[in-house]
């Protein structure tokens, strides 16, 4: 069972949710923690893993022989991302933006594109107390994620529960680690920002036919639009967990919820099975 925990805005505590989440089920389950949001990982904090590999990841860019190019501009011409230019006699390459379709290369005339490999990042895999951990690393300064969460979903283990922590808000990267999961937890928290993010979330996951519910974080901060809007809706609210100054202290220190306060596992194993009851009536309809 694959497990997405996603927000439309950074900081409303996906990682809080996920590795808690991970930490009370690893006893009696098989659990992998899997951390796709590659620009800032940071459940490793939290679950302090032991690294056991890892590798690079790489993607496909163009290089030109301006030897044989005719500048006939085809290469700039098919290349959707403007990664690609042709000014005068020469042809400029931009492989930030290159997403390795390798049209370019496929419709030059000339065979004056080539490939090469360009590192983006890293995937590294290992243990956490039991749990089985892997995350994925951008490299500073590179802005393709989704090859690099492609791979660490390819090191998830293929049993028990996987626990993804998406990467906040609704573009490529959060599609691409949610869009096989079998259910979305959307964390959200009670403001009028949080409630717009909350929004563009649950269009996301309807339109990606995900089951979900929400979390709401920091409650009796904000107004009650948020409750409001899960009503009207009929989003079930999974779980509400209260603005305080215990917890953002030991989160602040990379102390894990349930390691510092034990008394909140039952309530994530109780979320595990709600969620999986969930799921399965969704299967079960679908089946039907
Ligand atoms: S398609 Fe090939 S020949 Fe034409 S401009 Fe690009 S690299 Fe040069
Ligand atoms: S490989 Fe694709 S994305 Fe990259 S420069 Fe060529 S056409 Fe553009």
Redesign the pocket.
């Known amino acids: 069972m694959i497990i997405s925990v996603a927000s439309g805005k950074g900081g409303t505590g996906k990682t809080l949710i996920s590795t808690s989440l991970a930490l009370s089920l690893k006893d009696d389950y098989d659990v992998t923690l899997a951390d796709c949001d590659v620009e800032e990982p940071n459940a490793c904090i939290f679950l302090k893993p032991q690294i056991a590999g890892s590798e690079f990841v790489n993607t496909r860019v ?1 290089v ?3 030897e ?9 011409k098919v290349c959707a991302f403007n990664a ?1 230019a ?1 000014f005068g006699n020469h ?1 400029l390459t931009f492989p930030q933006l290159c997403h390795g379709c390798g049209a ?1 290369s496929y ?7 080539t490939e090469e490999d360009r590192h983006i990042g890293v995937v590294e895999w290992g243990d956490a107390k039991g749990i089985k951990f892997v995350q994925g690393i951008l490299t500073v300064g590179e802005a393709m994620a989704p090859p690099i969460i492609r791979q660490v979903k390819d090191h998830e283990s293929g049993e028990g529960i996987i626990i993804r922590d998406a990467p906040p808000g609704t573009s490529c990267p959060v599609v691409e680690t949610i869009s096989d999961s079998d259910f979305c937890i959307l964390l959200t928290e009670p403001t009028p920002f949080g409630l717009n993010d909350l929004m563009l979330a649950v269009e996301t996951v309807r339109e990606l036919s995900i089951p979900y519910g929400v979390i709401i974080n920091r409650t009796g901060a904000g107004d009650a639009g948020v409750e409001d809007y899960c009503e009207k809706e009929k989003i079930p609210v999974l779980m509400r967990i209260p603005l305080d100054t215990e917890i953002a202290r030991i989160y602040s220190r990379g102390i894990a919820l349930v390691d510092a306060m034990p008394q909140w596992k039952s309530r994530f194993v109780e979320l595990y099975k709600e969620i999986k009851e969930m799921a399965d009536e969704r299967t079960g309809s679908i089946k039907r």
């Open positions: 163009p030109v022989e301006e044989k190019c005719t500048f006939c501009g085809k290469c700039a690609i042709v042809v370019c419709l030059c005339p000339e065979t004056a594109i």
